[in-house]
């Protein structure tokens, strides 16, 4: 039958009397597919010169385009699929009357043979579907938009896979640049941006919902379809723009940019990288956008830098799983500026994420893949959470925890830890919340879990959300402590410590990029410290060394990061880290019995050293107060007790050393940690010195005089690096502190050519309101010290004149001008108000005239009431105004 029909055209094209009979209502089923195929092989086989065209036939698009609709919606309501993409009113009456035609019942493998033949036709020929002779522009949008909108819905059907790859083959022909003028010739670039972007929309909103099986290979037919669209607009770009303000639009970019992010953590390399080219065709639309406009792109895509190294990136295809992986994450990092599209691409993905952990926690024999999904999924929100805090925090002063406050958080487990912060709501918050209880699960697969979530959150972890991290570690191990018992020490809590620890080495060792600026954003003495005391009380098992040696060397590593870290209270800090690690140093090496634990031990007390050399660089030491004793005099023994200590660690040393020589085939590797140990202490003690030679000279001086030759050596080599250093021996004065004093007064009350005050201004920016009366009291003392108290007052003034809103609030707020008045009143206007109301209180007080006169406002009281609150009252005022008061 296809043979007589493709003859009958050829010989006769004009004679529609087979046509009519295809399409008749009475024709059976096998009529429509004779009469498809048929028309597909006269367009697809070679023509002859003499053969008619296919043109010949395109006055019946208006009922194919019919035959196309229903057949759809017969398969769709088959397959018990969604809806279509939107309806369209596109059918004319004469249409829907021949639409009739087709209602016939057909069984479903006909009707999806029959469905299969016209998505063939479309892509054969798509001119045969989009002619439209005689209709206005809206029609013909509206046809072609059902059209493009029935082969979309056909592209995720997994059951229907040859129908589903001709529609992904007839949308790309309806996409090239020629084809789209024919989807509307009154009005192309309005109705491209009105139809492409539906099937953008459409299309990315099922790969965002893992709706499709064959995502990747779709992923990648999407890309030709970006490219389409691109060549259409360089086609047009003098119009480009137009009609391209519409929601479709802009909401078709979104939902392509979070498709895009959310294939960045699939399993699936090559659909990564896949996805990594099409940010590349986002850029060039953007690019053609703007160039009409004449806006910078990033008005469009503001994250346009970082899509552009994307882009670049695909093309290592040379590159492994993991390297792959690390470097998508190092991008998404640098995307600096928060849109609707990494918002939405990052809580999809939180969702999902949600739901694979429970699926890894419930099922511990989860494939290799799906684990691999969940790693890549927890490195992408690590990585991307820091531009999804931008839009959830405005920018301002940086808030910092206090070092050493009081412990007032209640002590508990690690598995039922919340965080006490106002953002624990957030996403972000149970994010992290959630990654700090898997730190400690102990689940079948608990010891990969842990490990990847140490390894993501140390070293992938966004730096913007390294404040946040760093609060949320501080309140969980500060539970660990309560002055009302003692500190639980278990498997969960010492679990949470070592994560700890390994996280934060990883975090400051890792020097990513943009690091240095958040660093400093949240303190970390309290947690650091808290640390130190929870690992001092684990003993001296195995597992605590090995423990203790990772904090010290964490210890290191926060030293070397110094610069970019804010400490409230560094001097004290330090101090109190040196007088926790040196009670480490020779605390079991000696006591050791196995060799194995000795190795352990020196690893310990090399570790130890090397911090307390980082520790001890520059820093005064700062004896507890409420001793009793006179400053220097507890310098002194503090002193003392350190270079003791080192002394006596270089005497084991050299003990151990001569032992070994006796011992036949010692290990060289032990020799080489004894010299490495006795360098480090060399090093702490000149650091110690050189720091503190007012207080320490006279206890080490000694040493250059000592009968051994060896200590003699020690205390040359301590004394030229001090002098490499360049100590000053000045401090050695009498007058070193009032010296030291002097300068530092000079120093904040240093006044500028216009007499501003910089280093007092910067004091009043950056100490927090509630140490504003501490920082008045100060501020008045040294100023009017200096006779400069008037440029104080002015300064501060004109500060608090030039941020009130109104005059009625000057002075009435909580400032620090405010402070400083009142301050100033308070020193300086008690003389004069001793001298203005001292005679009349006294008369008050002692003239019989004025003893039996009621003060009280209320007349009805009592007189007796009166008489005591009067003087009451007046007691109280000669009490404040320092009056003497007569007992007569």
């Not at 470097?327 to 739901?355: S, Y």
């Not at 290990?667 to 720091?691: D, I």
């Not at 007058?735 to 300068?743: G, H, I, M, S």
Request: charge should be negative; aromatic fraction near 8%; charged fraction near 20%.
């Amino acid at each position: 039958m296809i043979d007589c029909f493709v003859s009958c055209f050829r010989i006769n094209p004009h004679n529609n009397q087979h046509f009519k009979v295809c399409l008749a209502s009475s024709s059976p089923p096998s009529f429509h597919f004779v009469l498809v195929n048929s028309l597909h092989r006269i367009i697809t086989n070679s023509p002859l010169d003499w053969w008619p065209k296919i043109d010949a036939v395109y006055c019946y698009s208006g009922e194919l385009r019919v035959m196309f609709s229903e057949t759809l919606g017969h398969v769709m309501r088959g397959c018990s699929t969604h809806a279509p993409l939107r309806s369209t009113p596109s059918l004319t009456f004469k249409e829907k009357m021949t639409s009739l035609k087709f209602k016939e019942k057909t069984t479903d493998l006909d009707t999806r043979s029959l469905l299969l033949a016209l998505v063939k036709l479309i892509h054969s020929d798509p001119k045969l579907m989009l002619h439209n002779p005689g209709k206005q522009g809206q029609e013909i949008q509206s046809s072609t938009a059902e059209l493009i909108t029935g082969l979309v819905q056909l592209v995720p059907l997994a059951n229907m896979g040859e129908c589903s790859q001709e529609a992904m083959e007839a949308l790309l022909v309806l996409h090239q640049p020629e084809t789209i003028e024919l989807w509307n010739p009154d009005a192309p670039i309005e109705t491209f941006w009105d139809i492409s972007s539906q099937v953008l929309f459409f299309i990315c909103k099922k790969l965002v919902g893992h709706q499709m099986i064959n995502s990747t290979e779709i992923l990648k037919w999407l890309r030709e379809i970006l490219i389409c669209r691109n060549k259409f607009l360089l086609r047009n770009k003098e119009r480009a723009t137009v009609g391209s303000g519409i929601p479709i639009c802009r909401q078709a970019q979104t939902k392509l940019e979070v498709c895009l992010y959310m294939f960045l953590w699939s399993p699936d390399m090559e659909a990564v990288l896949v996805a990594m080219s099409c940010f590349r065709h986002l850029c060039e639309e953007a690019e053609v956008r703007c160039c009409v406009d004449e806006v910078p792109v990033q008005t469009i895509l503001p994250n346009y830098n970082t899509f552009i190294e994307f882009a670049s990136v695909s093309n290592m295809m040379s590159t492994g799983r993991s390297a792959l992986q690390k470097r998508v994450m190092a991008l998404l990092r640098r995307i600096e500026h928060p849109t609707a599209g990494n918002k939405e691409a990052w809580e999809d993905t939180h969702a999902k994420w949600e739901q694979a952990t429970k699926l890894i926690l419930t099922h511990p024999k989860t494939k290799l893949e799906d684990g691999q999904e969940w790693i890549n999924m927890t490195g992408f929100l690590c990585a991307l959470g820091g531009v999804c805090l931008q839009q959830r925090s405005a920018p301002g002063l940086a808030t910092y925890s206090p070092p050493m406050g009081p412990l007032s958080e209640r002590k508990g487990s690690m598995i039922s830890m919340g965080s006490c912060e106002g953002n624990t709501e957030t996403p972000l918050g149970r994010f992290l919340d959630r990654l700090l209880s898997l730190m400690v699960c102990s689940h079948e697969k608990g010891v990969q879990i842990r490990t990847n979530i140490k390894d993501l959150v140390g070293l992938e972890l966004s730096p913007a959300l390294y404040p946040m991290l760093f609060n949320k570690l501080k309140n969980g191990i500060s539970r660990f402590f309560d002055a009302q018992g003692p500190v639980p020490i278990n498997d969960t809590n010492t679990q949470f410590v070592e994560q700890t620890i390994a996280i934060m080495k990883n975090l400051l060792d890792n020097h990513t990029e943009g690091s240095s600026e958040h660093l400093g954003q949240a303190s970390i003495e309290t947690m650091m410290l808290n640390l130190v005391r929870y690992v001092r009380i684990l003993g001296n098992i195995v597992h605590a060394i090995q423990i203790k040696t990772k904090l010290c060397q964490l210890v290191e590593v926060m030293m070397e990061r110094r610069d970019d870290l804010s400490f409230c209270q560094e001097m004290k800090f330090r101090n109190k880290m040196v007088e926790y690690l040196t009670d480490w140093v020779m605390g079991t090496s000696n006591q050791a019995a196995d060799d194995d634990v000795k190795c352990l031990t020196r690893d310990l007390d090399q570790a130890s050293m090397e911090a307390v050399v980082s520790l001890l660089a520059g820093l005064p030491l700062q004896p507890e107060e409420g001793d009793g004793v006179e400053l220097m005099e507890a310098k002194s023994q503090l002193f003392l007790k350190y270079f003791t200590l080192f002394m006596n660690l270089l005497n084991d040393c050299s003990e151990v050393e001569d032992d070994g020589q006796q011992v036949a085939g010692r290990k060289r590797g032990m020799s080489r940690r004894l010299a490495s140990l006795r360098h480090c202490t060399v090093l702490a003690m000149s650091n110690l010195l050189n720091a503190n030679v007012d207080s320490g000279l006279m206890h080490s001086i000694g040493l250059g005089y000592h009968k051994d030759l060896q200590t003699r050596a020690t205390f040359m080599e301590v004394l030229t690096k001090i002098l490499q250093q360049g100590t000053e021996f000045d401090t050695l004065a009498e007058t070193v502190l009032a010296d030291r004093f002097e300068r530092l007064v000079e120093l904040v009350t240093m006044m500028g050519d216009q007499g501003e005050l910089p280093i007092a201004m910067a004091l009043a920016n950056v100490v927090p309101c509630s140490q504003w009366d501490e920082l008045a009291r100060v501020l008045v003392t040294l100023f009017d010290s200096r006779h400069l108290l008037y440029q104080l007052l002015w300064n501060m003034f004109s500060k608090e004149v030039e941020l009130a809103d109104s005059m009625q609030t000057l002075f009435r707020g909580n400032s620090l001008a405010s402070k400083i008045m009142t301050f100033c009143f308070k020193v300086y206007g008690a003389t004069y108000l001793q001298k203005l109301l001292e005679p009349l209180l006294r008369g008050v007080i002692t003239a019989p005239e004025w003893q039996l006169i009621s003060f009280e406002v209320d007349p009805t009281s009592s007189l007796w009431c009166v008489y005591d609150c009067g003087d009451f009252f007046c007691a109280h005022l000669c009490s404040v105004g320092n009056l003497p008061l007569s007992t007569e």
